[in-house]
């Protein structure tokens, strides 16, 4: 099992930056496919993006490509979402999660087992 805790969220002004992380503890994080994703208020969880075991692959939501940029650091057990030229559409909870699954990477909910609390991320017009 491992345990995921993100922060690093808060509130920007439209074309502002933000970055979160998200710390896995317990068993070996590289085994891990990493996503974010979040969760507007009345809108179900959506997918903004992943990256690979080894950190050489990503993949992103089409809202959010060219203004996030996922990473992440094996050694320190860390994976990053950087957002840059941020727009009040990206308001929502952002919940970082872990992957066990067969897939290089994914875009799927489904295919993550593990999940953070969340983290508010507010952006105002």
């Known amino acids: 099992q491992v345990q995921l805790v993100e922060s690093g969220g808060g509130l920007v002004q439209a074309g502002g930056s933000l970055s979160l992380s998200c710390a896995a503890s317990?068993?070996?994080?590289?085994?891990?496919?990493m996503g974010w994703f979040r969760q507007a208020p009345g809108k179900e969880r959506a997918f903004v993006a992943a990256v690979s075991r080894s950190g050489y692959t990503t993949y992103y939501a089409d809202s959010v490509k060219g203004r996030f940029a996922i990473s992440r650091d094996n050694a320190k057990n860390t994976v990053y979402l950087q957002m840059n030229s941020m727009k009040p559409e990206d308001t929502a909870v952002y919940y970082c999660a872990a992957g066990l699954g067969p897939s290089t990477i994914s875009y799927n909910a489904g295919q993550y087992n593990y999940w953070g609390q969340g983290t508010q991320v507010t952006v105002s017009a």
């Open positions: 317990g068993r070996t994080f590289s085994n891990y496919v």
